[in-house]
T-cell receptor, first 113, second 115 residues
Framework: RKEVEQDPGPFNVPEGATVAFNCTYSNSASQSFFWYRQDCRKEPKLLMSVYSSGNEDGRFTAQLNRASQYISLLIRDSKLSDSATYLCVVNVPWAGGSYIPTFGRGTSLIVHP | NAGVTQTPKFQVLKTGQSMTLQCAQDMNHNSMYWYRQDPGMGLRLIYYSASEGTTDKGEVPNGYNVSRLNKREFSLRLESAAPSQTSVYFC??????????????FGPGTRLTVL
């Protein structure tokens, strides 16, 4: 079982819709959580970090639920330009007391006119 | 300020050939990473370097070696390429040592095909 799980989608939504993605992680000792965005055949770029209290950046809201071990991303008023793959990243415990970034497989979003 | 650069952008190898993928960052970051991305698999960490002078194995290190040449450069070497190593390779860097809680900045990727 992969450490970080995401529904691959695709989520196919009309412009203006609200869409939500979830990501679950298996190790309760994980620290630091992020959402990255990846456009087709491009490198991933940070969308937002996820804080325990939840955080918002314009149309994007991220939340962390440590008890249930998942993070979520909500996109309001979807734009065509939001079409991309959204990657969940969790820092999981690794050897020697370190943590390594572990990526989910990504969720594909397609916003249509 | 170029961020993270990778060379080459594309490469085709024959089984058994060797090659080195180069990565450099100009942000004075401490940590650097090598990932591979395969369809349906997401990004998987091959090796990382939490600080200059250290390297550690990630999830999928077999068949690869790395060198942290200095603070700026982190190279990935395939000694004897196999078709299973056909993938897109991304290098990344982040500011903090060990990178816990830190944003990663990615290079544009190297598309490698092994025949």
């Amino acid at each position: 079982r992969k450490e970080v799980e995401q529904d691959p989608g695709p989520f196919n939504v009309p412009e203006g819709a609200t869409v939500a993605f979830n990501c679950t992680y298996s190790n309760s000792a994980s620290q630091s959580f992020f959402w990255y965005r990846q456009d087709c055949r491009k490198e991933p770029k940070l969308l937002m970090s996820v804080y325990s209290s939840g955080n918002e950046d314009g149309r994007f809201t991220a939340q962390l639920n440590r008890a249930s071990q998942y993070i979520s991303l909500l996109i309001r008023d979807s734009k065509l330009s939001d079409s991309a793959t959204y990657l969940c990243v969790v820092n999981v415990p690794w050897a020697g007391g370190s943590y390594i970034p572990t990526f989910g497989r990504g969720t594909s979003l397609i916003v249509h006119p | 300020n170029a961020g993270v650069t990778q060379t080459p952008k594309f490469q085709v190898l024959k089984t058994g050939q060797s090659m080195t993928l180069q990565c450099a960052q100009d942000m004075n970051h401490n940590s650097m990473y090598w990932y591979r991305q395969d369809p349906g698999m997401g990004l998987r960490l091959i090796y990382y370097s939490a600080s200059e002078g250290t390297t550690d194995k990630g999830e999928v290190p077999n068949g690869y070696n790395v060198s942290r040449l200095n603070k700026r450069e982190f190279s990935l070497r395939l000694e004897s390429a196999a078709p299973s190593q056909t993938s897109v390779y991304f290098c990344a860097s982040s500011d903090r040592r060990g990178a816990n809680g830190d944003t990663q900045y990615f290079g544009p990727g190297t598309r490698l095909t092994v025949l």
